[in-house]
């Protein structure tokens, strides 16, 4: 999802909202996604936060909201880690060690 929302967003393939907060002139700038995949259904829209505003990573950080179709529900925040052994990589943010099993799976197979 994060993948598709930004290749999306970059090409301009999705609407736009204007965010609340951060947004003094009211511009329609955020792009969002909604979609549905095997019975879960997300939003994906990039980081609005005061810390993304101020580490520049509003274009990066991407924050996901999912549930199924029992309303189990979840939010993930997906950022291009800028540190450390995934340097460069994307991970979701309280689940790194998962992220590095899975890079370490991708290098393994080429």
């Known amino acids: 999802m994060d993948r598709l929302y930004r290749q999306k967003a970059k ?3 999705l609407p736009t909202i204007a965010p609340k ?8 700038w955020l792009p969002i996604l909604h979609t ?3 019975g879960w259904h997300f939003t994906a829209l990039y980081s609005n936060t ?7 990573r509003t274009r990066d950080w991407v924050v996901m909201y999912f549930y199924d179709d029992e309303h189990h529900e979840s939010q993930y925040t997906v950022v ?3 540190r450390g052994d995934l340097k460069g990589k994307r991970v979701v943010r309280g689940r790194e060690a998962e ?5 370490a799976t991708l290098e393994k197979q080429k």
């Open 11 to 13: 090409v301009g393939e």
């Open 21 to 28: 907060r951060f947004n003094p002139e009211g511009e329609s």
């Open 36 to 38: 549905t995949k095997q």
């Open 50 to 56: 005061a810390r993304a505003h101020k580490l520049k």
């Open 80 to 82: 291009t880690e800028t």
């Open 99 to 103: 992220c590095k099993e899975y890079y």
